[in-house]
Structure formats: structure tokens, C-alpha cells
């Protein structure tokens, strides 16, 4: 039943090293959202994609990136983790109508990102 | 920008009793949309209950009940016959409501507040 998945549930990587977070969705939804949030804080948004258009949040660091090869997949990269990007990372979807009205966010479960 | 304030970092109720959530938010327009989310520890984040800034009429999903007042800009949620599965951090979320004619940058995304912690007690 699981309608966004997110993989892995914990992800341990070194300073510096690239890590990459999955995002997959059986929803079919067009608007894909990665959301940080760290430990008593609210989720911050990084950025979405509607479709293929890209949208980027203007205070995410260029350290964060983000592919989307399909309707189902959605990455976040991240090039050179620091201390302060552990965090949850959040994965969301919601359909964008052609109305132009968009649904409720359905989100995974997360992936706890830790930095050593 | 529209901002979300919720102003109880951490609540307690007891089973079977009453609890209401604070939330106030600061906009400046008027098609919006309001909506509780519920994220229990490890688990991931579902909706509990929404509402439109047009409608008049609070939003009701079974024990889950809204007290929107829209001059006052306040939004509480409130949950009758608490159960211990209610346990759980709760975020106040905001979006831009009304049609879009072009969608970009963070218009229709999700503006969080800083969330309560739930504690039921048995």
C-alpha cells in the first residue's frame, strides 16, 4: 500500500562523500517535493519538480541537487555532505490538475541522513 | 511571505479526554488553504485534517475537528477521545490556494510551522 517510498530509511555517510537519497512514488503524481528537516524543526522545502521543470528554493545550498528521470523517481544528491546537512529528508508528492488546483502532499516515510 | 507560528512546542492529554492545538498564520491573501499534519515517531508524516479558506464551515474528520477563524488568522486543531496511537508530533501547515495559472518557484508548496509534540497518557 505503500504510496511513497523512500530509500534507505537510515543513510550513514562520511564528510564530504557524495550520498544520494531515492524518492519513488506509485501515485502518478506530476509535482515531487524534497523537504529537509532537521531535529524540532519544521520541514523546510529544498525544492520540487512539476513534471521535468525544475524549481529550486532560493536559500537551498548548491551542495543539494536533484535529478528526476521519470514520472516515478525523484533523487536528491547531495555533493559534499557537511555536519550541519544531518538531517531528515523528506520526500513528498501531490498532483498539480489541469485546472491549475493542487492536491494534498502525500509524503515517505523519510530518510535520516547521518554525517560522520 | 506567509508564515505559521505554533506557539506549543510539547502538549499532554490524557486517554480519553479533549486536546486543542494552537496555530495562528500570517497571510496576505485571501484564497488559502489550511491543513493539520500528523507525524508519529519513526513513521511517515499523513494528513489529519484540512481546510479551505473560503469555507465557513470547520473541517470535521471523526475525532479530528478544526476551530478556523479567519479574521483572527487561526487555525486550531482539536482531538476528542484521545487514543495512544494520537501520540505524535503535529505540524500547521499553510498553502497558497486559488488556480494557478503557472506554476514555479514555491507557489503551492507547503509553509510548516515548528510543530507540538503529542503526548497522550494512558
Known amino acids: 500500500d505503500a504510496m511513497v517510498i523512500q530509500n534507505p530509511r537510515y543513510q550513514v555517510t562520511q564528510f564530504g562523500k557524495p550520498v544520494t537519497l531515492s524518492c519513488s512514488q506509485t501515485?502518478?503524481?506530476?509535482?515531487m517535493y524534497w523537504y529537509q528537516q532537521k531535529s524540532s524543526q519544521a520541514p523546510k522545502l529544498l525544492f520540487h519538480?512539476?513534471?521535468?521543470?525544475?524549481?529550486n528554493e532560493a536559500d537551498t545550498p548548491d551542495n543539494f541537487q536533484s535529478r528526476r528521470p521519470n514520472t516515478s523517481f525523484c533523487f536528491l544528491d547531495i555533493r559534499s555532505p557537511g555536519l550541519g546537512d544531518a538531517a531528515m529528508y523528506l520526500c513528498?508528492?501531490?498532483?498539480?490538475?489541469?485546472?491549475?488546483?493542487?492536491?494534498?502532499?502525500?509524503f515517505g516515510q523519510g530518510t535520516r541522513l547521518t554525517v560522520v | 511571505a506567509q508564515t505559521v507560528t505554533q506557539s506549543q512546542p510539547e502538549m499532554s492529554v490524557q486517554e480519553a479526554e479533549t486536546v486543542t492545538l494552537s496555530c495562528t498564520y500570517d497571510?496576505?491573501?485571501?484564497?488559502?488553504?489550511l491543513f493539520w499534519y500528523k507525524q508519529p515517531p519513526s513513521r511517515q508524516m499523513i494528513l489529519v485534517i484540512r481546510?479551505?479558506?473560503?469555507?465557513?464551515q470547520n473541517a470535521t474528520e471523526n475525532r479530528f475537528s478544526v476551530n478556523f477563524q479567519k479574521a483572527a488568522k487561526s487555525f486550531s486543531l482539536k482531538i476528542s477521545d484521545s487514543q495512544l496511537g494520537d501520540a505524535a508530533m503535529y505540524f500547521c501547515?499553510?498553502?497558497?490556494?486559488?488556480?494557478?495559472?503557472?506554476?514555479?518557484?514555491?507557489?503551492?508548496?507547503?509553509?510548516f510551522g515548528k510543530g507540538t509534540k503529542l503526548s497522550v497518557k494512558p
Open positions: 481546510q479551505e479558506a473560503y469555507k465557513q
Open positions: 501547515a499553510y498553502r497558497s490556494g486559488g488556480r494557478l495559472r503557472y506554476y514555479g518557484g514555491s507557489q503551492g508548496n507547503l509553509i
Open positions: 513528498a508528492t501531490s498532483r498539480l490538475t489541469p485546472r491549475g488546483e493542487n492536491t494534498e502532499a502525500f
Open positions: 519538480y512539476y513534471d521535468k521543470d525544475f524549481n
Open positions: 497571510t496576505s491573501e485571501s484564497d488559502y488553504y
Open positions: 501515485l502518478n503524481h506530476n509535482v
